[in-house]
């Protein structure tokens, strides 16, 4: 884990700090509280609203029933809130693929779906539950029974208010009878006749009496009290003085009346009442609201399936968002920690493995793979600390491994068991032309051939170390290089592959071969050089003595003898003077001398002295000045000069192509501190063992004494330069390619010398 120190800080700064987290800490208690008590609150709305409506329906219209459906709707609308607003949080996430986010989805989707799917079976089992029991309620035979027992109720009351109302007229005609055969029949008189009317009635009367408009008994029947007297209504009164027979109901007393008007008395009415069954009276009236319920009940059907199917779905509603809400809170609290560790996951890929999970305290299973994975983070950061501090140590050996064998002049290359090459150092790929990229892999034989006789040797002899010095040929410069050949082997003494060193002894060769030229020249010259006089002398003498005693034909041929003696020895002092200037070569006096004045001198004599040559030049028009010594310079300048004559020469001798010019080209290029000299011709070229041209006595012209290039490249590498043979590019397209001197000399710099 990072630590990163900071200031410290009062207790006042971190009172604020711990508040912030004393708050977060607080939420989160809170929030798993109410999450609880949102899912708890359900079913409890749910159980209060079905008592409300249901076994306590009677408080239906009671502002207790309109705050429990107040908290249902306020219930909904705030658990939907959060769920809608939970969703579109978790759906931002999976849009923003943040890690979790696709497990929260899928536990929320699968939460919703155990919700959903058992009450939409529910409610769709409960509906046709009803339906089924309604139509159970509701059959034909239900409804014929019901109508059968009113029908039976009614024409039992009908019967009796139909006797009734014939007892009453008949007993009416009987009094209006006698009222009309006896004129002027009294009270008294009445009362005997309504007795004796009222004991022909088959069916009995309780009571009959002879009231007056204003509802006094003007005479009673038998069994007919006053105390039993209910003097009818004013509005009974009027209807039967209008000639209707008026009957009522008395449930009370159990009995049935009518009151009809006596049409042969003046202002007398009939009164009598029959005692019925009062049980099936009031049997009658529950029947008949019975039926007047069930008739309302079976037109309502439908709208009470709708109410019954609208409660289910509240009492759904409530408990499909608290199980979506349930589902939505068990899904974060599981998503949230795998989010962690898959995000850590990912950090952890990246390479970030200071990452770390916070730790439950929990001993489930989510809570101990945080605590395994911040225990193998720890681990892998030891272990890839470990692997940095030890490959830095390698890469630093390696680095200093490299340096050593790339600062080396000597080559070296690493063979594996097979003889592939393993490795090359820098001076391997410069003394053999070598591309790593190229040649790693390839055999020895393949990427160095002049190797590959050596390298039999070892592998097939019991020699652990073998050295010869090996001839080759790189871009046109024939090197000599003292090869050296070793096995390399592991702590074991298991071979584990070769070592082929070499060092490029070109130089040393030939020093060596200059030294010993130098030697045989100094004694040659010694040796030769002292008779050359005495017979030059000597033949000059002959010559003058005896040709005055000679006749003309043997003076001539004297005269050539002894000429012949004289140019030879001529040609034998001009050879020993050279092997006297290449033995005795002088330290060069060196002064600051214009380069481009002594190149330009060198140019006037050659174009005088080869006048058949074009000489083409690219030099400065300013002062380049060198520490030199100006005598030995010009002749190395006019050594090159005159064998890039002679080369073109020799092609002429030789058969020079179609069109061919002679050409000398001279092209000086001034660098920072050194300046360089290209002398290119078209003449015959160089062979293709073209180092050996400065070694002593090694010519390619006929009459050359080979000391010319040895001398020039002494001279020049007196003095800290470089002198170099190459093809010279064609002067022209598909030109014949002559031979090209290039000397690279140190020179001053240029405010040095100039006025």
């Known amino acids: 884990m990072r630590v990163v120190d900071e200031p410290a800080q009062s207790m006042g700064d971190k009172q604020p700090l711990l508040d912030r987290l004393g708050e977060w800490r607080r939420s989160r208690r809170v929030r798993s509280v109410g999450t609880i008590g949102l899912v708890v609150l359900a079913p409890v709305l749910a159980l209060a609203t079905f008592l409300a409506l249901g076994p306590l329906a009677e408080v239906a219209d009671s502002p207790g029933l309109r705050l429990i459906v107040l908290a249902d709707l306020v219930y909904i609308l705030v658990v939907a809130t959060l769920v809608l607003r939970e969703v579109a949080r978790i759906v931002a996430s999976r849009r923003a693929d943040s890690a979790g986010s696709k497990l929260h989805l899928r536990l929320t989707a699968i939460f919703g779906a155990v919700a959903l799917i058992p009450t939409v079976v529910v409610a769709v089992l409960a509906v046709l539950s009803v339906n089924m029991g309604l139509e159970g309620w509701f059959s034909d035979r239900v409804s014929t029974a019901l109508g059968n027992s009113v029908d039976a109720a009614v024409a039992y009351q009908e019967e009796h208010r139909d006797d009734l109302e014939q007892d009453a007229r008949a007993l009416g005609a009987f009094l209006n009878l006698n009222r009309r055969a006896v004129p002027f029949l009294s009270d008294g008189d009445l009362r005997q006749v309504l007795s004796q009317g009222q004991g022909q009635i088959q069916r009995g009367l309780r009571e009959a009496f002879v009231i007056d408009g204003a509802g006094e008994i003007r005479a009673r029947g038998e069994r007919s009290y006053l105390f039993d007297y209910d003097r009818p209504s004013d509005e009974d009164l009027a209807r039967a003085a209008e000639g209707e027979l008026v009957l009522s109901e008395d449930r009370a007393q159990n009995e049935f009346r009518a009151l009809f008007r006596l049409e042969a008395f003046p202002d007398r009415y009939l009164y009598i009442s029959r005692e019925v069954d009062g049980q099936i009276i009031a049997l009658l009236d529950e029947t008949e609201q019975t039926v007047l319920l069930y008739r309302q009940v079976e037109s309502d059907r439908g709208r009470l399936l709708f109410d019954f199917a609208l409660l289910y779905l509240g009492f759904a509603t409530l408990m499909i968002l608290a199980a979506i809400w349930a589902g939505l809170s068990f899904g974060e609290r599981l998503s949230r920690p795998v989010g962690r560790l898959a995000g850590a996951a990912q950090r952890v890929g990246q390479g970030d493995l200071d990452v770390r999970v916070p730790e439950a305290t929990s001993d489930d299973e ?356 470089t002198l170099e043979l190459r093809d010279a590019p064609p002067f022209s397209e598909g030109a014949h390619r002559g031979a090209m001197a290039r000397i690279t000399l140190p020179r001053l710099p240029d405010r040095h010398g100039e006025s």
């Open 366 to 721: 989510i809570a101990m793979l945080g605590r395994l994975f911040n225990q193998m983070t720890r681990q892998l950061k030891g272990q890839r600390d470990t692997l940095i501090e030890q490959n830095a140590a390698t890469e630093e050996r390696r680095r200093l491994f490299d340096s050593v064998l790339g600062s080396v002049t000597a080559g070296v290359i690493g063979l594996e068991e097979s003889g592939r090459v393993d490795f090359m150092n820098r001076s391997a790929m410069r003394l053999l032309s070598l591309v790593e990229q190229r040649d790693s892999g390839l055999t020895l034989e393949a990427a160095v051939p002049e190797f590959a006789a050596l390298f039999e040797r070892l592998t097939n002899t019991a020699a652990e170390t073998v050295q010869e010095e090996i001839k080759l040929t790189r871009a046109g410069k024939q090197e000599s290089l003292l090869v050296r050949m070793a096995a390399r082997r592991n702590l074991d003494g298991e071979l584990e592959g070769y070592v082929v060193a070499f060092d490029d002894v070109t130089q040393l060769v030939s020093a060596q071969r200059t030294a010993a030229w130098g030697d045989v020249a100094r004694r040659i010259a010694h040796e030769i050089k002292n008779p050359l006089t005495p017979i030059q002398l000597s033949a000059e003498r002959i010559n003058r003595k005896f040709s005055k005693s000679l006749d003309d034909e043997d003076k001539v041929a004297l005269e050539q003898m002894t000429e012949v003696i004289v140019r030879q020895t001529n040609d034998l002092r001009r050879i020993v003077d050279e092997f006297s200037k290449f033995a005795r070569m002088p330290e060069p006096e060196t002064r600051t001398e214009d380069m481009v004045q002594l190149l330009n001198d060198a140019l006037l004599l050659q174009r005088a002295g080869q006048p058949d040559i074009r000489f083409i030049t690219d030099i400065p028009d300013r002062k380049v000045m060198a520490e030199v010594d100006a005598t030995m310079i010009g002749q190395a300048l006019t050594n090159l000069l005159k064998n890039g004559g002679e080369a073109i020469e020799s092609l002429q001798e030789k058969g020079a192509p179609e069109g061919h010019e002679p050409e000398l080209r001279v092209d000086v290029a001034v660098a920072e501190d050194t300046i360089r000299i290209d002398i290119a011709d078209n003449g015959i070229g160089l062979p293709p063992d073209r180092a050996k041209l400065f070694e002593p006595y090694v010519t390619t012209r006929d009459k050359g004494t080979g000391l010319g290039l040895p001398i020039v490249k002494k001279i020049i590498e007196e003095h800290g330069g």
